[in-house]
Structure formats: C-alpha cells, structure tokens
C-alpha cells in the first residue's frame, strides 16, 4: 500500500476533495445535500472548524476548511462527514448493491471513495486560487454556464461579500480549467 503522507498544522487551511465510489451521482439530490449538511452539523457539533468555501457536485465535493489554532485532525472530521452521510443515505436508498468483496470485508458501503485529497493552504494567492477552482468547477464540469448559476457553492456569499461580481465564471477562466485538484 502506498504511504500517504498528510500535512497537520494546527489552525490550518485546507482544501479537500471528497469523491463518491466510482463517481456516483449520489449528491444529486435536494435530499442528499440535506443530509450532507446534517452530517456538516453534526461534526461541527464536536469537531468545530470553519468553511471558507466549498462545492457540491454530483459526484464529488470541494471544501476549504480552517481549523481552531490547536486543532489539526481533519482526518477525524472528513472520517465522521463521510460516516453521518452514509448513515442517512443508507437509511433511504441501498448502498449495498454492488459491492466488491474488499468493501464487503470491511464494512464499507458504496458511497464514497476510501481515500480524499487534502491540499494545505499556502499564502493567500493559494487560497485565492483554490477558492477561484472551487467556484468554477460546475462550470468546468459543464454543469451549468456561469458560477451564479450553481446553488451548492458558496460563490454567492462571496458576491454578496464583494469578492466576486456576479458575472465571474462567465467567462472562459482556462488557467482554472487545466488544473487538477483532486478529481
């Protein structure tokens, strides 16, 4: 098994990149970022950090996170979100057609990939240009044509904060479309 090594520095910034088991569409649903937000909740609840952006698609998830300033254990946070998900689809669809042996073994089910990308926050261009990726990858995808247009991101909070103006993401941002974050 490759050795991944992690980046924990407390009161860090990160960027994640969670993806479904085999790219499922399973986060396609107004009911599915429900129960994604609940289970947000309730990490926050015991585990508190701060979502500086974020991105649902239908089959993967873009995050930017800061921890409290003593605290580094993502881990922990990615491994209960991914644990309280799984708990609420499971209850409603079934996670378990499918299923390879090695998931069987372990007791996995077929909703997220075992591994995340985890990226850690350098300066403030790394996290301008993460936040700008994040923003832009429904569009990327070809989702939809303009950011404002995508209703699970935190593009327009930024607008309203005046980071952005409503019309970025229209354009043709190529340098965000060559890079790879993860997916």
């Known amino acids: 098994m490759p050795d991944y090594r992690r980046s924990y520095i407390p009161g860090g910034t990160y960027f994640f990149t969670l ?3 085999q790219r499922r569409n399973i ?6 970022i429900e129960w994604l937000d609940i289970a947000i909740s309730k990490v926050m609840a015991y585990h508190p950090f701060s979502i500086d952006a974020y991105c649902i698609l239908p089959n993967h998830i873009h995050y930017v996170w ?4 003593k605290d580094c254990d993502y881990s922990t946070r990615i491994g209960l979100l991914k644990r309280y998900f799984t708990k609420l689809y499971s209850e409603n669809f079934n996670a378990k057609e499918d299923l390879p042996e090695s998931r069987i073994k372990r007791g996995e089910l077929a909703i997220w990939q075992r591994r995340f990308w985890e990226h850690t926050i350098l300066d403030v261009d790394d996290l301008s240009r993460h936040i700008d990726y994040i923003h832009y990858n429904p569009v990327k995808h070809g989702l939809i044509e303009s950011a404002r247009d995508w209703p699970y ?4 909070s930024y607008v309203e904060n005046g980071v952005y103006d409503v019309e970025w993401g229209a354009n043709n941002l190529s340098n965000l479309e060559e890079t790879d974050f993860g997916e």
């Open 27 to 32: 986060l396609s649903s107004h009911l599915s």
């Open 19 to 21: 993806v479904t088991y």
């Open 66 to 69: 800061t921890l409290h300033e």
């Open 153 to 156: 991101s935190s593009f327009l």
